[in-house]
């Protein structure tokens, strides 16, 4: 099992910036391919970022290309999301989904994910 605690949402107006932070507990990190997902209101969940196992393998949904990070710490059980000129239409819930995998893929999928946290809002003012 492996547990996932979301931090680092809040307010920030547009064109700023927020680091999101996901900590997981349990089972060995380093061997866990991570996403990020985001629902909006009345919206679906949909795709944000995604990083391998290692680390060396990402992808991003095209409405966050050049502008969002995703990296992974393993030696600190940590996946961030450094999010820059953000959008009002960035405004949703964010959550970090991970799964255990062997592969040097980031997967975009949110079915391929088993384990989630609890979310984090992120709120972008114009």
């Known amino acids: 099992q492996v547990q996932l605690v979301e931090s680092g949402g809040g307010l920030v107006q547009a064109g700023g910036s927020l680091r999101l932070s996901c900590a997981a507990s349990?089972?060995?990190?380093?061997?866990?391919?991570m996403g990020w997902f985001r629902r909006a209101p009345g919206k679906e969940r949909a795709s944000v970022a995604a990083?391998?196992?290692?680390?060396?393998?990402?992808s991003y949904a095209d409405s966050v290309k050049g502008r969002f990070t995703i990296s992974k710490d393993n030696a600190k059980n940590t996946v961030y999301l450094q999010m820059n000129s953000l959008k009002t239409e960035d405004t949703a819930v964010y959550y970090c989904?991970?799964?255990?995998?062997?592969?040097?893929?980031?997967?975009?999928?949110?079915?391929?994910?088993?384990?989630w946290g609890q979310g984090t809002q992120v709120t972008v003012s114009s």
């Open positions: 989904a991970a799964a255990p995998s062997n592969r040097e893929l980031a997967y975009l999928s949110a079915d391929y994910y088993g384990y």
């Open positions: 349990g089972r060995i990190f380093s061997s866990y391919s």
């Open positions: 990083i391998s196992w290692s680390g060396l393998s990402t």
